[in-house]
């Protein structure tokens, strides 16, 4: 494989440092992975009936699916690092990689195993940092006051988590229960 020279002209960077740069800067930046045995007091301790609370168990999972997409992340940059020194063979599958960094998309082998977004790659990577961020302040500090919904692999998880914990709370069946929605009017200051 010959590497591939970008069309600026002279001076250009060749595409090859360009992502090569891009997976360095990426790989540097990326937050350590969410860990379970940093969670705070309390959080996974079981309920007198001996249920974890479902909120919690929504937390676990979270991280799991967060920890799964990091994992991605790394090894496929890794991989793709390796590829473009030439020290190994570049799949098909890497190379759809490379050719999604160059044109700031998020690469599908990521895709697979993220959250659904319509973000280019710069943006996709900011939010990732701030759901990690979202995630890592409710593992380490608790249950926030209030929950950024979005932030979720799995929302519907959260809901039915809420729902959950109010229909044992109040020895209620989950059926019965629902959330209503009112869209009001705001004034822009």
């Not at 360009?18 to 940093?38: F, G, H, N, S």
């Not at 799964?68 to 063979?89: E, N, T, Y």
């Not at 229909?167 to 959330?179: E, T």
Request: glycine letters at 6%.
């Amino acid at each position: 494989i010959q590497p591939r020279v970008s069309s600026s002209g002279s001076g250009g960077s060749s595409t090859d440092s360009i992502v090569a740069a891009l997976c360095t800067e990426t790989l540097e930046q990326l937050p350590p992975d969410l860990d379970l045995a940093e969670a705070a007091a309390g959080l996974f301790d079981r309920m007198p009936d001996g249920k974890l609370n479902s909120l919690s168990v929504v937390l676990s999972q979270e991280v799991d699916r967060f920890r799964r997409l990091a994992g991605v992340i790394r090894s496929s940059l890794a991989q793709l690092q390796a590829a473009i020194k030439g020290m190994v063979v570049m799949s098909a599958e890497l190379e759809a990689a490379y050719n999604a960094l160059l044109l700031n998309q998020v690469p599908q082998m990521w895709e697979r195993v993220a959250y659904p977004s319509l973000k280019p790659l710069s943006s996709w990577i900011k939010d990732y940092h701030a759901r990690i961020a979202f995630m890592r302040s409710w593992l380490v500090n608790g249950p926030p006051k209030c929950f950024w919904l979005p932030g979720f692999f799995f929302p519907q998880g959260f809901m039915t988590g809420v729902l959950q914990m109010h229909a044992r709370k109040y020895a209620i069946p989950i059926d019965s229960l629902s959330f209503g929605f009112e869209v009001s009017l705001s004034q822009l200051a």
